[in-house]
């Protein structure tokens, strides 16, 4: 029994230390924007935003695009809706240092479009472009927000029966990785693909939080193309511009 306490004694101490070593992910260390590098410090901040107007929307032959500001009082009760999440409902996955939209499209033509929200884009009035983030980005910035637990759940992922000198499944018992944030982001992120006619689709879009100093925000529901040849080359592209009066809160 001595030698159990002292086995389990080091295996805490090695967990501990292997998680203070964490080292930022490299996806954090990106610019979070295209624009003037005197800038760049000034983007990608733990602030709340506040939009207006709220929703917005508009029509181009016959496909209306729908664009809501999605607040952190919007995304609660929204991540928390077990009629749209299922088992995997709950706490909203995205942080404050991102700014998110919830997009609906509707394809009241008689053609086929595609769509890719990879390719939208939200320019502030500072001269900044900022390209859309996926799940990873959200992932690492949890990661630093609590490196011991995920630093230490990854080396401790392949820990086999006496792997630390006893015989018991020391990765299984030490890891339990989160699933609920990759569901919800998964199931809630607007696809890329094709909508065809009668087809609506929603979801939700994010970005990196703009400077601090903006006021004025563009968002481009760019690049959905329409009117496919027979060679499935597209003959029209739309873009679908929004624009918000933007203040911190």
Same mark, same amino acid.
């Given at each position: 029994?001595?030698?159990?306490?002292?086995?389990?004694?080091?295996?805490?101490?090695?967990?501990?230390?292997?998680?203070?070593?964490?080292?930022?992910?490299?996806?954090?260390?990106?610019?979070?924007?295209?624009?003037?590098?005197?800038?760049?410090?000034a983007?990608?901040?733990?602030?709340?935003?506040?939009?207006?107007?709220?929703?917005?929307?508009?029509?181009?032959?016959?496909?209306?695009v729908?664009?809501?500001?999605?607040?952190?009082?919007?995304?609660?009760?929204?991540?928390?809706?077990?009629?749209?999440?299922?088992?995997y409902?709950?706490?909203?996955?995205?942080?404050?240092e991102?700014?998110?939209?919830?997009?609906?499209?509707?394809?009241?033509?008689?053609?086929?479009?595609?769509?890719?929200?990879?390719?939208?884009?939200?320019?502030?009035?500072?001269?900044?472009?900022?390209?859309?983030?996926?799940?990873?980005?959200?992932?690492a910035?949890?990661?630093?927000? &609590? *490196?011991?637990?995920?630093?230490?759940?990854?080396?401790?992922?392949?820990?086999?029966? $006496? +792997?630390?000198?006893? #015989? !018991?499944?020391?990765?299984?018992?030490?890891?339990? &990785? *989160?699933?609920?944030?990759?569901?919800?982001?998964?199931?809630?992120s607007?696809?890329? $693909? +094709?909508?065809?006619? #009668? !087809?609506?689709?929603?979801?939700?879009?994010?970005?990196?939080?703009?400077?601090?100093?903006?006021?004025?925000?563009?968002?481009?529901?760019?690049n959905?193309?329409?009117?496919?040849?027979?060679?499935?080359?597209?003959?029209?592209?739309?873009?679908?511009?929004?624009?918000?009066?933007?203040?911190?809160?």
């Amino acid at each position: 029994m001595k030698d159990m306490r002292r086995q389990m004694l080091v295996i805490a101490l090695l967990a501990a230390a292997v998680g203070c070593s964490a080292r930022t992910s490299s996806l954090l260390m990106e610019r979070h924007a295209r624009g003037p590098l005197t800038d760049s410090l000034a983007v990608g901040h733990r602030i709340a935003w506040r939009l207006q107007p709220d929703t917005q929307s508009q029509e181009q032959k016959k496909i209306e695009v729908t664009v809501t500001y999605a607040s952190m009082d919007f995304l609660k009760p929204f991540f928390n809706n077990r009629a749209l999440f299922g088992q995997y409902a709950g706490s909203n996955p995205y942080f404050l240092e991102n700014l998110v939209f919830h997009l609906k499209i509707t394809n009241n033509s008689d053609k086929r479009i595609r769509v890719n929200p990879v390719e939208f884009i939200m320019v502030d009035d500072r001269g900044n472009q900022y390209a859309t983030i996926n799940e990873d980005y959200v992932n690492a910035l949890e990661e630093a927000r &609590t *490196p011991v637990a995920t630093t230490t759940r990854g080396v401790l992922q392949g820990a086999n029966p $006496g +792997y630390f000198g006893i #015989g !018991v499944p020391v990765g299984k018992i030490f890891v339990t &990785t *989160p699933q609920g944030r990759f569901a919800l982001i998964h199931q809630s992120s607007f696809q890329a $693909g +094709y909508l065809y006619p #009668g !087809v609506t689709h929603d979801g939700l879009v994010a970005f990196w939080n703009p400077s601090r100093g903006a006021s004025t925000l563009r968002l481009l529901i760019t690049n959905i193309k329409t009117d496919f040849d027979p060679n499935d080359l597209p003959q029209t592209v739309l873009e679908f511009p929004f624009t918000f009066q933007a203040a911190p809160q």
